[in-house]
């Protein structure tokens, strides 16, 4: 199985910059991808795709959101934070099967 | 516009089996490269894949969970379909439906989830 690793929680001032980071126990690079997604979720909501292999835009994001990494390491960046962007952030891997990360909380400072 | 929408018993016993719909428009399962996908995610936690199908009829199961699991489809009428068997406490959960875009096999868009409670 690929084990992906969140921090819990990461507490943010609005218009600051938050990078949630997300490493794995196996690389999920194959063919010059990294698959490698992130969904953010809100409470009582389902998951909504932010970022897919690991830096690309999902359609109708806004490009305060980005992503990079490769191999066992990836980052999500937020820049500038708002207060909307309150969720928990959760990445994925889609190159042996799907396991989701545990998810990390943003939460406002 | 792609939509997906779950629906299931809300509530069932231990040792029940579990059958769940996905109803979902702006995409067709007999399109090559299409798939649908079934998550769950037990109340506070996060977020485990169960199954998912793609538009050849080929699966793919969690393997903790494969020998209970069985995932189908109904291509003319937009469905996809997941029994679960031997449901237990354990089971209680949001589950949702996804489209997986098979060219980045990511989950592009999901559904509202259906929750389901296993109590005797």
Redo the contacts between chains.
Sequence with gaps: ?IVLTQSPALAVSLGQRATISCKTNQNVDYYG?S?M?W?QQKPG?????LI??ASNL?SGIPARFSGRGSGTDFTLTIDPVEADDTATY?C?Q?RN???????TKLELK | QVTLKESGPGILQPSQTLSLTCSFSGFSLSTYGMCVGWIRQSSGKGLEWLANIWWNDDKYYNPSLKNRLTISKDTSNNQAFLKITNMDTADTATYYCARIYGDYYVMDAWGQGASVTVSS
């Design positions: 199985d991808n698959y997604h969904y909501q389902q998951p909504k795709l897919y292999l999902a959760y994925q889609s099967l799907y396991t989701f990360g545990a998810g």
